[in-house]
């Protein structure tokens, strides 16, 4: 009950409202508000009404689980409202009965409810608070007032807002960065790098004076003509603020941004205009930021605005690996757009073809060139990829890093567009691993490269790869290759701890593996390398491991209570609420449970709407920049030593660990499960 809540019963309440749709189009202060006073109901019987027509309005629902009927005298059922809809605002704000009746469509539906005085003084404490700014009798910006006393923008157009990041005098006298910083992680969900481009110019060289600060509600001052210019101080520090603005951005967008034409464009003309105006300091600015930006080799050269690099990623060669990208372990350079790989391209046919193609070439052009190689016609055809168990998964013409965007021991195929749902497997795709498990190397050395493999590929994810990936990676035509190879790392290690355990048939080397996979589990954890800790836990929850009884009987008590303690790390009740608790007590470096960090980003986009009132809602924008940051809070400070020791003086182990060989068909994996221990009711068969 309300009443009843702390601090931390609220806050994690106001969590879970910033998932729920129906709240998608409210502000982050209203929210929190709500937190402290919404109700939660159960009904378990289906035909109940919640309320009838012209009954008092006292509560507005939001519906967490199940459906209700809407129903208006006698035309009967009007409508159904499922999950994530909201009833019954409308007699709260009027004052007036209801205008019709909600029954119960199904048992055990969850509402979440709000009662008429919480409601309506919410509302009226958020409206205190907020500034609105209107043009042409149009809402354009929407500010509110933070608990802090600053305001924040919480809505608006792409271009005022921008604008007031840009030209608006704040109290401060400079650039909100923390709004700045938001604004360029989030502007390719809302805005094109031309329009921010131009924004960016058009205030360098605009001459208007600067507008008054909205937020200090100074009185105007008595002066018989207002200036139609801004004086040469006015315009300085607005170029100051502009060369701020965009040292920003590079900070944020790096060589992602550095390459793109449009703002080679900009640049160039900024750093000519910053030389011309005698703004010597902010050119070194410029350029400083600009050097800080090319960590990985990529420059810019003068003739034409072109991008020049030197590549830093070398396909795998080998006759097994289809797509397989072949990254060093202690300084591993970060995945770009020009990077090539090789890659095959089957046909069911059982013919296929070499292709060496960048990461950032389409999959309509990867297919264009297969079918031009293996002789087949490109409209017939579309690009798949065939997974270890046989699923087909159809690749989007305009899809880009499709080499790392695969499951481990996916291939490629070219297939007829009416071709089956399901491909036949090639036998590698199910291969056993040949190279044997690292018996006599120490768990703890094991844990040592996990980690220093993980933190490398952790390392090399860029800030706007996430944003691509939540709001859409088919949106942009950008990569997320970074992003994909700590994706698809979390399943290698998870199916190599199953492969490994299902693969040994003899029962006391198999104990001896899975206590190995315990400890391994157990040293990553005190490395904060929560990728891999998880992988290996969840990998031990695997049904194929799980009914292994006579394995798991022969594991000393001591480690398997100590499994039981990691699996309870991965409760997923109330949000994941341990583990939660468990990743903010960590110091970093920290690498995060992976899945967790992109889960939540997503619930964040799919639970409010990107446009409110047909203005974008940054308050949205503000929450996942705040969680693509979380990123960089993790990278801080170094690896223990001991991980770089261990790592260069084990170089075997080094290969083992960044090349493992694992099986990802779930049925083949309980196949040899059953093998290796067949059932009781199997082994009384064949007594």
């Not at 034409?304 to 990254?327: A, Q």
């Not at 498990?437 to 996990?450: G, N, T, V």
């Not at 990691?566 to 009740?573: E, G, R, T, Y």
Request: proline content about 5%; glycine content about 4%; overall charge positive.
């Amino acid at each position: 009950p309300p009443v009843d809540r702390v601090e931390e019963d609220i806050q994690l309440i106001y969590e879970e409202l910033l998932h729920v749709k129906a709240f998608g189009h409210l502000s982050n202060a209203i929210k929190e508000e709500l937190a402290a006073v919404v109700h939660f109901e159960h009904h378990p019987t289906a035909g109940r009404f919640l309320y009838r027509e012209g009954d008092s309005g006292t509560s507005w629902y939001i519906i967490l689980r199940g459906s209700v009927n809407v129903m208006i005298g006698r035309k009967g059922v009007v409508c159904t409202l499922q999950e994530g809809d909201e009833f019954g605002k409308l007699a709260l704000l009027n004052n007036a009965p209801r205008t019709s009746s909600i029954q119960l469509r199904e048992p055990n539906c969850c509402f979440l409810k709000v009662d008429r005085e919480d409601f309506k003084r919410i509302l009226m404490s958020v409206e205190k608070n907020t500034l609105k700014f209107k043009e042409h009798g149009k809402e354009v910006l929407v500010l509110e007032k933070s608990a802090g006393g600053r305001y924040l923008v919480v809505k608006g157009t792409s271009q005022k807002m921008l604008e007031y990041l840009l030209t608006l005098q704040l109290d401060s006298g400079g650039l909100d960065e923390s709004f700045a910083q938001d604004f360029f992680l989030t502007y390719p969900a809302f805005m094109s790098i031309n329009d921010v481009c131009d924004g960016l110019k058009d205030c360098y060289n605009n001459y208007s004076p600067p507008q008054p600060s909205p937020v200090t509600h100074s009185p105007p001052q008595k002066t018989e003509e207002a200036p139609t210019m801004a004086t040469d101080e006015q315009m300085t520090a607005k170029r100051k603020r502009v060369v701020r603005a965009m040292g920003i951005w590079l900070a944020i967008a790096k060589a992602d941004l550095i390459k793109d034409p449009t703002f080679q464009k900009l640049l160039h003309y900024l750093q000519d205009s910053l030389a011309k105006d005698g703004l010597v300091e902010e050119l070194k600015e410029v350029n400083m930021r600009l050097m800080d930006s090319i960590r990985r080799g990529p420059t810019l050269t003068h003739d034409g605005g072109k991008v020049s690099s030197h590549l830093s990623l070398f396909p795998l060669k080998k006759n097994n690996t289809d797509i397989r990208i072949e990254l060093g372990i202690c300084t591993v350079p970060p995945c770009q757009p020009i990077d090539a790989v090789n890659i095959r391209v089957h046909t069911v046919d059982k013919r296929c073809c070499r292709l060496h193609v960048k990461l950032d070439t389409k999959a309509e052009e990867i297919l264009q060139e297969a079918c031009t190689k293996l002789s087949l016609e490109f409209e017939n055809y579309e690009l798949c990829e065939a997974k270890s168990s046989g699923e087909k998964v159809v690749f989007n013409p305009k899809d880009l890093s499709i080499s790392t965007e695969m499951t481990i021991n996916g291939r490629l195929y070219a297939m007829p567009k009416d071709g089956e749902k399901t491909i036949t497997p090639l036998p590698d795709q199910n291969q056993r691993p040949v190279t044997p498990f690292p018996e006599s190397d120490s768990s703890r050395e094991i844990a040592c490269h996990l980690t220093m493999y993980d933190w490398n590929l952790f390392s090399n994810i860029q800030q706007m790869e996430f944003i691509y990936q939540v709001f859409g990676r088919h949106r942009f035509s950008r990569i997320t290759s970074n992003l994909d190879l700590l994706t698809r790392r979390f399943n290698e290690i998870q199916y190599w701890v199953v492969t490994e355990v299902c693969n040994e048939s003899n029962l006391h080397k198999r104990v001896k593996v899975l206590v190995k996979m315990i400890k391994i589990a157990s040293h990553c954890k005190s490395f904060n390398n929560l990728n891999s800790f998880f992988a290996i836990v969840v990998a031990l929850m695997n049904g194929a491991i799980g009914r292994l009884k006579q394995t798991w009987e022969r594991v000393p008590i001591k480690l398997r209570r100590r499994y039981e303690q990691f699996a309870s790390l991965m409760d997923p009740s109330r949000n994941h609420r341990v583990l939660r608790a468990y990743q903010c007590k960590l110091q970093p470096p920290v690498i995060p449970f992976m899945p967790l960090v992109v889960k939540d980003a997503y619930f964040l986009h799919e639970g409010n709407q990107t446009f409110v009132d047909q203005l974008i809602n940054f308050e949205k924008m503000r929450m996942v920049a705040s969680k693509v940051r979380d990123l960089n809070v993790y990278r801080k400070g170094l690896l223990p030593n001991e991980i770089k020791t261990v790592t260069n003086k084990t170089p075997g182990l080094q290969k083992y660990i960044r090349e493992l060989k694992v099986i990802d068909n779930q049925q083949m994996l309980m196949q040899m499960s059953h093998t290796i221990e067949p059932s009781k009711r199997l082994r009384n068969i064949s007594t």
